[in-house]
């Protein structure tokens, strides 16, 4: 059963996205561990001020370009991601012809089969890596993580990982892959070993990728390989950390006293 929370409270739409996790978690698809990683994306949010930064959106859009380059894209979805934006994943995948696969951290058979039918019910018609299709198996890992769609991920030349561990981040780079992240915590192992990071909430993080590659889609490849070719992530994270450094000096000198209503 959802908390109701009231239309005025001021921070409505975060609290209900939480509860989105917390009914995912309550039908068996969100890993319990998904909770808690959800808090400390919550908390790199606010120090971003719960909106896209420009270097995000630069990302954003290295991001889409480097999809619609690939030969053989494929977007991975965990519990949480399936949580926050199902619709958004299928549509991401449809708009750069990606294949969709589950993977999963806190692998169970119950929770690969609920994550498949929410992303066939938002419109997805094929999900890999659910039972005996993971059997292909990605070197020098070993969380359950490592078992995956010998016709997805373990072919695919670019991966998009939204809330990914580092691990299998780096496992993916050994293999040669693009690793695309979506990662509200700049200082994480994915975010730094992934090729490309978009250090933004996966809500809107998949919206302006999916924007972007509508607006790029039939642009000649050698612009979209300049766009992606020319993204330096390090570059970009550095960035981050300066907005959010700049953002909390900002702050702290003018000051975050809430104005309180009269009683
Ligand atoms: O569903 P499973 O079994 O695959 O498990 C999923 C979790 C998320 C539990 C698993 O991948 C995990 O333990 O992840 P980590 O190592 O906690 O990393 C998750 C990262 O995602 C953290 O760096 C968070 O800051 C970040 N994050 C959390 N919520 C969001 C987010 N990034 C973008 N958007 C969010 N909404």
């Known amino acids: 059963m959802e908390a109701w929370i009231p239309p005025s409270h001021p921070r409505r739409e975060s609290l209900l996205v939480r509860e989105r996790l917390v009914e995912g978690f309550r039908e068996g698809f969100v890993a319990m561990q998904g909770l808690i990683a959800h808090g400390r994306g919550e908390c790199f949010d606010y120090l971003i001020g719960e909106q896209t930064t420009p270097p995000a959106l630069e990302a954003e859009r290295a991001a889409a370009a480097a999809l619609l380059l690939a030969e053989r894209p494929v977007i991975s979805v965990n519990g949480n991601a399936a949580a926050l934006a199902p619709r958004e994943l299928v549509e991401l995948a449809k708009t750069v012809g990606a294949k969709l696969e589950v993977n999963l951290f806190y692998r169970s058979r119950e929770r690969e089969l609920l994550i498949a039918e929410i992303l066939r019910r938002n419109g997805a018609a094929e999900v890999l890596g659910v039972g005996d299709d993971a059997s292909c198996t990605i070197p020098e890992l070993f969380?359950?993580?490592?078992?995956?769609?010998?016709?997805?991920?373990?072919?695919?030349?670019?991966?998009?990982?939204?809330?990914?561990?580092?691990?299998?981040?780096?496992?993916?780079?050994?293999?040669?892959?693009?690793?695309?992240?979506?990662?509200?915590?700049?200082?994480?192992?994915?975010?730094?070993?992934?090729?490309?990071?978009?250090?933004?909430?996966?809500?809107?993080?998949?919206?302006?990728?999916?924007?972007?590659?509508?607006?790029?889609k039939g642009r000649p490849r050698d612009e979209l390989s300049a766009l992606a070719g020319g993204f330096d992530n390090d570059r970009n994270l550095r960035e981050v950390l300066r907005y959010i450094g700049r953002r909390l000096e900002e702050l702290a000198g003018r000051g975050i006293r809430l104005e309180l209503p009269k009683a």
């Open 143 to 216: 969380s359950e993580r490592r078992r995956v769609s010998c016709r997805g991920i373990y072919a695919a030349d670019v991966v998009l990982v939204p809330l990914e561990d580092g691990d299998r981040t780096e496992a993916l780079r050994r293999m040669g892959k693009t690793v695309i992240a979506v990662d509200l915590n700049p200082l994480s192992r994915t975010s730094r070993a992934a090729t490309i990071t978009i250090v933004d909430n996966i809500t809107r993080a998949l919206p302006n990728m999916a924007k972007f590659a509508e607006e790029l």
